[in-house]
């Protein structure tokens, strides 16, 4: 199995910064693409930003500019750099991968249990 452990929220002031990281853990072969996403209340769960193993990044229009994707192989861990929040940013923002894991080497998508985000003065 594999576990998503998501860390770095709280309430944050409009205009400020915050990092959210994301480790998985357990027996893994191989992490192949990881990524952000996000649900705020009432609404769906929306991409934020992907990033592949190899690759381009690929960002949600509402973040261009402001959200960065990146991540550390070698931890099997992901980040999400935030930068001018607004408060529409709000939300429970939750970490996916599609991993192999040992010993089915299945490919196999994993969620996190997500993260609250809050924009407010």
């Known amino acids: 199995q594999v576990q998503l452990v998501e860390s770095g929220g709280g309430l944050v002031q409009p205009g400020g910064p915050r990092r959210l990281s994301c480790a998985a853990s357990?027996?893994?072969?191989?992490?192949?693409?990881m990524g952000w996403y996000r649900q705020a209340p009432g609404k769906q769960r929306e991409l934020v930003a992907t990033i592949p193993s190899g690759g381009s990044t690929n960002d949600a229009d509402s973040v261009k500019g402001r959200f960065t994707i990146s991540r550390a192989n070698a931890k099997n861990t992901v980040y999400l750099q935030m930068n001018s929040l607004k408060p529409a940013d709000t939300a429970v923002y939750y970490c996916n991968t599609d991993a192999l894991p040992l010993p089915s080497l299945r490919l196999t998508n994993y969620w996190g249990q997500g993260t609250q985000v809050t924009v407010s003065s």
């Open positions: 357990g027996r893994i072969f191989r992490i192949n693409g």
